[in-house]
């Protein structure tokens, strides 16, 4: 790798893994052959990495509160939303297209990745519900079924 890695994430096979660098590139890294296939182009630091629909949607939350999404085959960016001008702390899967993504500044939102029929291949991004808690989000994770674990910075 040629800058710091900041996040890394193994495909739902264990036959690929997506290596975010700190330069805003993710790479798809061939476990098998070690070789990068594809390149998906973030602009600014990645700092949580998700998959959705069986791994056929990266979902990407970077240091500038944006969260996008890009077909896995294809590395096309096909929708963007800003959730916060603070860094994503946390993106948490909770359903096939249902993430729930944390912020920084303390902002959770439930957001809900839509695709257009009429417009083929592109998506949407559609804010569900919001939460606000009253200190800066370090991370949220899956904690077992049905849960979600919520880590805030000490003041």
């Known amino acids: 790798f ?14 690929y893994l997506f290596a975010a660098e700190e330069s805003g590139v993710i790479r798809l890294i061939n476990l098998t052959t070690g070789l990068c296939e594809r390149l998906y182009d973030v602009h600014v630091a ?33 929708s963007c939303y800003v959730v916060a001008p603070s860094p994503i702390t946390g993106l948490v899967v909770l359903d096939s297209l249902l993430v729930l993504a944390s912020c920084e ?12 029929e009429q417009l083929g291949e592109q998506y949407t991004i559609e804010e569900e519900e919001e939460y606000t808690v009253t200190g800066a989000i370090h991370d949220a994770f899956p904690c077992g079924m049905n849960t979600t674990v919520v880590v805030e910075y000490d003041s």
């Not at 996040?7 to 096979?13: A, E, I, K």
């Not at 949607?57 to 996008?68: C, P």
């Open 105 to 116: 500044s303390g902002k959770l939102v439930t957001l809900r990745v839509c695709r257009k």
């Open 2 to 15: 040629r800058t710091d890695v900041s996040q890394l994430l193994f495909s739902p096979n264990d036959k």
């Open 46 to 78: 990645a700092r949580k990495l998700a998959l959705l629909q069986n791994g056929t949607l990266l979902i990407v939350g970077d240091e500038n509160g944006t969260i996008s999404v890009f077909n896995v085959r294809t590395a096309d960016l096909l």
